[in-house]
């Protein structure tokens, strides 16, 4: 079993910036890879970013490449994900997943995470 923690959220202007972080626990700790989702009031979830964990490599939604970063610290189990140049259109509740298994492509939807954090509020205010 694995547990997943988010920190970091809280309330920001537009244009400032947050850093969430996502810590891993539960288990010897090898995703295929870790991602970030987002869910607005009345919305479905949305995916915002992914890493590959071995690889590290990185994958965005449109709507934030250039402004959100996704990296992880493999010996710390945690991914985080930096936010800058926010906007009022970004808040949501952020959630972090895992896929634990490998399965040959980059998962960017939900249904294909196994575990997922408890999810951590942001809020944007213009």
């Known amino acids: 079993q694995v547990q997943l923690a988010e920190s970091g959220g809280g309330l920001v202007q537009a244009g400032g910036s947050l850093s969430l972080s996502c810590a891993a626990s539960?288990?010897?700790?090898?995703?295929?890879?870790m991602g970030w989702f987002r869910q607005a009031p009345g919305k479905e979830r949305e995916f915002v970013a992914v890493?590959?964990?071995?690889?590290?490599?990185?994958y965005y939604a449109d709507s934030v490449k250039g402004r959100f970063t996704i990296s992880r610290d493999n010996a710390k189990n945690t991914v985080y994900l930096q936010m800058n140049s926010l906007k009022p259109e970004d808040t949501a509740v952020y959630y972090c997943?895992?896929?634990?298994?490998?399965?040959?492509?980059?998962?960017?939807?939900?249904?294909?995470?196994?575990?997922w954090g408890q999810g951590t509020q942001v809020t944007v205010s213009s």
């Open positions: 997943a895992a896929r634990i298994y490998y399965s040959g492509y980059v998962p960017f939807r939900p249904r294909e995470y196994n575990y």
């Open positions: 539960g288990r010897t700790f090898s995703p295929y890879a």
């Open positions: 890493i590959t964990w071995s690889a590290g490599n990185t």
